[in-house]
T-cell receptor
Framework: DAKTTQPPSMDCAEGRAANLPCNHS???????VYWYRQIHSQGPQYIIH???NNETNEMASLIITEDRKSSTLILPHATLRDTAVYYC??????????FGSGTKLNVKP | AAGVIQSPRHLIKEKRETATLKCYPI?????VYWYQQGPGQDPQFLIS???????DKGSIPDRFSAQQFSDYHSELNMSSLELGDSALYFC???????????FGPGTRLTVL
């Protein structure tokens, strides 16, 4: 499974968009990019995933670069409840997740 | 909607004791994963099962064993517990062919 690199922490003002970057330069053509978040020792929660097209759901948008070596998770209007550790994971064929260090997002009032 | 159920939610054991953690996947899910998350650490994959057979193995100590039963629930058995086994243990389930793993709330194991 490809490794991912994320900044250890980021701050975001409440109501503003949070843009969380992830580098996955060794990703291969059939590996998906998944984003999960973990709020204070709860079970990780699925956010979104994609292969090569940009994706959007009710929680977030996922922007994947054309060469697929990086991606950005966008939370359009961050709230205090979005404070969590966000994990970018590259996954092939329903294999186990290798969690990296993730990004601790601090949403501030 | 039904979620992944883990029991117990909290468990306190002494060193050298044994512990059994249980995971009940979402109905119709055929794959179960176990993860360990130590204090201040990221979740680490331990082991997975598909259709009651072990499908993959991560950094699981030899003192630990696991299995998946005919009703698809899974149990993680931990023997000769050590202080370093204190952690959150998450179970996740999925149905092969679907795209996301659903995580349970975790079992917090404390070894004294």
């Amino acid at each position: 499974d490809a490794k991912t690199t994320q900044p250890p922490s980021m701050d975001c003002a409440e109501g503003r968009a949070a843009n969380l970057p992830c580098n996955h330069s060794t990703i291969s053509g059939n590996e998906y990019v998944y984003w999960y978040r973990q709020i204070h020792s709860q079970g990780p929660q699925y956010i979104i995933h994609g292969l090569k097209n940009n994706e959007t759901n009710e929680m977030a948008s996922l922007i994947i670069t054309e060469d697929r070596k990086s991606s950005t998770l966008i939370l359009p209007h961050a709230t205090l409840r979005d404070t969590a550790v966000y994990y970018c994971i590259v996954l092939y064929n329903f294999n186990k997740f290798y969690f990296g260090s993730g990004t601790k997002l601090n949403v501030k009032p | 909607a039904a979620g992944v159920i883990q029991s117990p939610r909290h468990l306190i054991k002494e060193k050298r004791e044994t512990a059994t953690l249980k995971c009940y996947p979402i109905p119709r899910h055929d794959t179960v994963y176990w993860y360990q998350q130590g204090p201040g650490q990221d979740p680490q994959f331990l082991i997975s099962f598909y259709e009651k057979m072990q499908s993959d193995k991560g950094s699981i100590p030899d003192r630990f064993s696991a299995q998946q039963f005919s009703d698809y629930h899974s149990e993680l058995n931990m023997s000769s517990l050590e202080l370093g086994d204190s952690a959150l243990y998450f179970c996740a389930s999925t149905k092969r062919g679907d795209n996301e793993q659903f995580f349970g709330p975790g079992t917090r194991l404390t070894v004294l």
